[in-house]
C-alpha cells in the first residue's frame, strides 16, 4: 500500500494526515516531538526536517512528501530557507514526490483575482522568501529531479488554525468583547478553510498531471474582515462585533513589545484593497469545491453556546 509523509502537525498538517488516513492510506508524520493525529494508519516520527539524512531516509519507501511545516512567523527570514532547501533536496534523493503548502505572499499587490500562473512580484520579506522556495522547487522539477507541485492558500479559518483573525478577533468576538486589529477591515477578502486546504493537497498529489505549477485553495468565503466576524457572531448568538483598526501609536507600541507583531505592518497591503483568488482549476481539474462556510462556523462556535439562527454566509460552495 502506498505511504505518504507529511511534515508539520498543525492544523494543515493534522488535517491532511486525518484524511489521508480514513481514506484507508499509510501516513508517515514528522514532526520534531513526534506528534500528530491518532489513528491505526498513522505513524508518528520525532525527527528534525532539516536533518536531510535523516529526512531522505524517512523518506525513502514514500510515495508522496506533503509538507505543511513551517517555522516561527517572525523567523521565516532566516529559517524558512534551509528548512525548505532540506524538504526539497531529501524529496529528491529519495524519488518522492513533493507537494508544498503555500500562500499568497510571493504574487505581491495586485489588481484582480490572483491566478496560479501569475509572476511572482513579491513587495515583502516573507514574500520573497516563499517566491525564492517555489522558484528553487520548480527549477529542480525543470530539471528532472524531483516532481514538485505547490497548493496556495489564503488565511485559514477553521479549528486549531493559526492566524491573526484566529488569534486576535474571533475569541473576541465570541466574548462580546472589542476587537482591535492591526490590519484594514473592510475589503473583501478570501479565505481558506483547513480541510480545503488538506484536499487539495491530496487530490495534487493524487494526479499524474498536476505537477510543476501551483494550485489555489477554492475560497470558503470572500467576505471582508468585519462582515465575516458579523456574521460569525450572528451564527453564535453573540453581540454585534465592536471592530475596529488600531491607531498608528497603538501599532507601534504593539510592534514595539512582540516580535510577533512585528511581522505584520509589511503585510497590511492584503488587507486594505481586496484579495482574491481564483481557484476554477483546482475545482474544475481536481474537483475539490469549498466548504460553506457555515459548517466552517461550526468549528469556531464553542459547543453548546446559545445561539439562534444566523442568515446565510456568502460562500464559494
Partial sequence: MPLHVVTGAGAIGTATARLLAEAGENVRVITRGG????????ERIAADVTDTE??????RDADTL??????????WRTDFPPLAASLLDAAARSGTDYVMLGNLYGY???DGPLTPGQPMRPNSDKGRVRAAIWE?????????????????????????????FPLMAVPAVL??????????????HAWSYADDVARTLIAVGAREDGWGRAWHVPSTSELSP????AALAETAGAPTPRLRTMTPRELSEAVEADALMAEIPEMAYQYARPLLVDASDTERLLGVRATGLD????????TGRPGRPGRPARSAS
Avoid: K, W
Fill in 295 to 302: 459548517r466552517v462556523f461550526t468549528e469556531l462556535v464553542p
Fill in 66 to 75: 506533503y509538507n505543511a511545516a513551517a517555522p516561527a512567523y517572525q523567523h
Fill in 108 to 110: 505581491g499587490p495586485a
Fill in 175 to 188: 466574548a462580546g468583547e472589542e476587537a482591535v486589529l492591526p490590519v484594514a477591515l473592510d475589503a473583501p
Fill in 35 to 42: 506528534s500528530g493525529p491518532e489513528h491505526p494508519l498513522v
Fill in 54 to 59: 535523516r529526512l531522505t531516509a524517512l523518506l
Fill in 226 to 229: 468585519r462582515d465575516l466576524l
Fill in 136 to 164: 528553487e522547487a520548480l527549477a529542480a522539477h525543470r530539471a528532472g529531479r524531483v516532481r514538485a507541485a505547490e497548493v496556495r492558500a489564503s488565511d485559514f479559518l477553521g479549528a486549531h488554525v493559526l492566524g491573526l
